[in-house]
């Protein structure tokens, strides 16, 4: 079975841009969160969706908002995009809402420019 | 506030040494704790998980970890480390509240010699 999927691997956009960053879970998994790495730091959480509805949101500000479709893919979109948005952008998937393991994909790495 | 400490950024051992990472948490309840690693260009590996019962918990590629509640620690260990090991490693909490949020620590980065 395929791990979790995401696209692109990498981008690079300018200030002021907006951009939208793709995920596709596990076969048969119904939650997707989003999280942020920046560079030296531990993945900080975004968003948590399960069953095509925001369960969850940490602390960002509303530039950052996300979907999921009816197929359990998401995308996380950011706008207006900042010097300090440059990160690694990390989906997780699992199969249920709460305690479940998470699995990683390997991650969009945004830089902005 | 929840919050997860490895206090050591960066540790270096040789191949065939023993291994201890550092795990400390903050949490008012029984904590949801886990381990991951990271290689390079990659996503985050699972290591183990504590939810509950047994407080030495046993996790994949010869990793295991206890749960000192009394230390408030979830320390890593490993009694003979591969040059493959060679890696970044987070501990994180799972914050209870209707969802799924993991709060990591900064990272310990681990260097292997040969």
């Known amino acids: 079975d395929a791990g979790v999927t995401q696209s692109p691997t990498h981008l690079i956009k300018t200030r002021g841009q907006h951009v939208t960053l793709r995920c596709s879970p596990i076969?048969?998994?119904?939650?997707v969160s989003w999280y942020q790495q920046v560079l030296g730091q531990g993945p900080q959480f975004i968003f948590q969706?399960?069953?095509?509805?925001?369960?969850g949101r940490g602390n960002f500000p509303d530039r950052f908002s996300a979907r999921q479709f009816p197929n359990y893919s998401s995308e996380l979109n950011v706008n207006a995009l900042l010097l300090g948005d440059s990160a690694l952008y990390l989906c997780?998937?699992?199969?249920?809402?709460?305690?479940?393991?998470?699995?990683f994909g390997s991650g969009t790495q945004l830089s902005v420019l | 506030a929840q919050s997860v400490t490895q206090p050591d950024i960066h540790i270096t051992v040789s191949e065939g040494a023993s291994l201890e990472l550092r795990c400390n948490y903050s949490?008012?309840?029984?904590?949801?704790l886990f381990w991951y690693v990271q290689s390079p260009g990659q996503g985050l590996q699972l290591l183990l998980k504590?939810?509950?019962?047994?407080?030495l918990v046993q996790g994949i590629k010869g990793f295991e970890a206890e749960f000192k509640r009394s230390q408030s620690s979830f320390n890593l260990r490993k009694p003979s480390v591969h040059w493959s090991d060679a890696a970044e490693y987070f501990c994180?909490?799972?914050?209870?509240?209707?969802?799924?949020?993991?709060?990591f620590g900064a990272g310990t980065r681990l260097a292997v010699h040969p």
């Open positions: 997780a998937s699992s199969v249920g809402q709460i305690n479940e393991k998470l699995f």
């Open positions: 076969s048969g998994h119904k939650s």
């Open positions: 969706y399960y069953e095509k509805e925001e369960r």
């Open positions: 949490y008012g309840a029984t904590p949801y």
């Open positions: 504590y939810f509950s019962g047994d407080t």
């Open positions: 994180a909490v799972g914050e209870t509240g209707g969802y799924n949020k993991l709060i």
